[in-house]
C-alpha cells in the first residue's frame, strides 16, 4: 500500500463513504482534532512512568476509542459504511468516569483554580486537555453546522465523550503531578474569582 496516492493535491479529503470535501471543511477539522488529541496522548504515553501499567493500558483504550470516534465524525450520517463502525456508547462514557473517580480519590480536593503545569506527565495531560476541549468545540459546530444534520445520535454519543474525556485528562494531569510529587500550582487570584465550586 503506497503512502501517497495525490488524491489530496488539489486540497480535498475523502470521507470513509467515498465522498471527497475540501480540507478546510468542518468535518475534516473536526477529524484532525482528534486525531492531534491521539498524537498528544501517545506523547503523554512516551513519558509516563513505567511502573503505571495500569493506568498506560487505560490511555491506550481511549486511544483506540478515539480512532473510532474519527470513523464516525468522518462518516456522513445514513451513508453505508456507518454499519460497521463501533458505536461510542454509555459503556465507553462509564470507563471515563471510573478513571475519573479512581484518580479523584487518591488526590487532595481542589481548592481553587490551578495552572496548566507541573511534570512533563502532567503538563501533557494538560495540554491534551486543550486540545480535547478545541476537538469538541469543531464537533459540536460540525452538528449543527454540516449537512449531518443537527446532533445526529452518534455525534451526540461523540459529544458527551469528549466532554467527559476533558475531565478525564485534568484529573489525570493532577494525578501524575500528585504521583511524581510535583504539587498543584495555585492560580494567584485576588480574591474576586469564585472557586470552583460556586456558581
Not at 117 to 145: D, F
Request: aromatic share 8%; hydrophobic share 35%.
Amino acid at each position: 500500500m503506497k503512502i501517497y496516492t495525490g488524491k489530496g493535491d488539489t486540497g480535498t479529503a475523502g470521507l470513509l463513504n467515498g465522498t471527497r470535501i475540501l480540507k478546510s471543511d468542518p468535518q475534516v477539522e473536526a477529524v484532525g482534532d482528534i486525531d492531534e488529541l491521539n498524537s498528544a496522548l501517545g506523547v503523554l504515553q512516551a513519558v509516563f512512568p513505567g511502573t503505571e501499567k495500569e493506568m498506560l493500558e487505560e490511555i491506550r483504550t481511549i486511544q483506540s476509542d478515539l480512532f473510532h470516534m474519527g470513523a464516525w465524525v468522518a462518516t456522513p450520517r445514513n451513508s453505508p459504511p456507518m454499519q460497521f463502525l463501533k458505536p461510542i456508547d454509555d459503556q465507553k462514557i462509564a470507563f471515563l468516569e471510573s478513571g475519573i473517580d479512581r484518580m479523584d480519590s487518591l488526590l487532595p480536593p481542589l481548592k481553587g483554580f490551578i495552572l496548566p503545569n507541573g511534570n512533563l506527565s502532567g503538563a501533557w495531560s494538560h495540554l491534551a486537555r486543550t486540545i480535547c476541549r478545541r476537538a469538541e468545540r469543531h464537533v459540536v459546530r460540525l452538528s449543527v453546522e454540516a449537512p449531518m444534520g443537527n446532533t445526529p445520535k452518534h455525534l451526540g454519543n461523540t459529544l458527551k465523550y469528549l466532554n467527559r474525556l476533558s475531565d478525564y485528562l485534568f484529573v489525570l494531569a493532577r494525578y501524575c503531578n500528585h504521583l511524581l510529587d510535583s504539587h498543584d500550582s495555585a492560580w494567584e487570584t485576588s480574591g474576586s474569582f469564585p472557586k470552583p465550586d460556586q456558581p
